[in-house]
């Protein structure tokens, strides 16, 4: 017979109530919702009433590769959620996600949270307008949790796991992108017909593709100095090709006709006072931009007057510094 003395008895209590307070720290923490259950949805998605096309494409793929992986149709309801015992998978500023005030991450990013045992939320701050980042949510909900991977564009460069029951865990995630900007001007290029050009786009979407908004940098000196009103008002701002001004004319068949085939004379008096007049007034407009591109034109036509030359005396004929 052994006898434990108070004072060790006192530890072991001690010790036991530690150790039962971490199983159920550890319980607390892992915590899952199931959205499939037996190939059954016990799911739904709700998104707001909206022609974005990118909260679109989130909605669908989330329906898509869900039903893929499990079999589970999952019904899609706008805004408002039947009160039931599905748990509602929020994508988008959805009535409910507004009225939780979420700090979001700025300018880009996204939150996938878990404000109860009935609601799943995936959201980000739209970028220019489009629901960018929340889709970037949706992607990154069926890569972290079906294991979905898009290795590369049309379904042959899908795979996609099989799973008899999905749960997640009810863990907050906030993501935010290491570059503002992520670009592959070849996306839309590689494939001959409309349809599959458009996959290599969407591929490149799900992969966290950002092009048309966020950090701006593409060819942009016809739009910081337009040539339907410079070429009348200062036409020396175009460029001197064979001893003569190079002034661009409109070309209904080129929508970017004002950024092709011509660059600014960069040494004419006056033409950076302008731009930047122009840059100024664009940002008073757009108060929420936070970038604008100072890129040079597209192709040919570099300005050959003697002080564009002088200063690009290092650079072959037709090419600027």
Sequence with gaps: ??????????????????????????????????????????????????????????????????????????????DKS?????????????????KLN???????????????????????????????????????????????????????????PKHDSISVPMKNIIEKPSFLRRSNSGLGKAYKNKKDRLAGLIWGMRQGYLSGAGLQYNHNIGNILPPDKYTKTHPEFFPEINGK???????????????????????????VDEAAKNIIAYFDKNPGKNSYSLSINDNVNICQCSKCRAKNKDFPEGMSS
């Design 1 to 78: 017979m052994s006898v434990i003395s108070s004072k060790t008895e006192n530890k072991l209590i001690t010790l036991a109530v530690l150790l039962l307070a971490g199983v159920l720290v550890n319980t607390v923490n892992a915590e899952n919702l199931t959205i499939v259950k037996d190939h059954k949805a016990q799911c739904r998605l709700v998104v707001p009433k909206s022609k974005d096309q990118w909260l679109k494409l989130a909605a669908d793929d989330l329906k898509d590769y869900i039903f893929k992986s499990t079999g589970a149709k999952l019904k899609v309801v706008y």
């Design 102 to 160: 979420l700090d979001l991450p700025s300018p880009q990013g996204f939150v996938i949270q878990f404000p109860d045992q009935k609601n799943i939320v995936i959201i980000g701050r739209p970028i220019d307008g489009i629901e960018l980042n929340t889709m970037y949510g949706a992607h990154c909900f069926l890569e972290k949790y079906i294991g979905i991977k898009w290795l590369f564009p049309l379904e042959l460069g899908e795979y996609v």
């Design 245 to 271: 001004r190079f002034l661009p004319k409109p070309n209904p068949k080129n929508r970017k006709w004002r950024l092709n085939y011509w660059d600014g004379c960069y040494t004419a008096p006056g033409i």
């Design 82 to 98: 039947p009160d039931n015992k599905l748990v509602n998978i929020h994508v988008g500023p959805t009535d409910y996600v507004k």
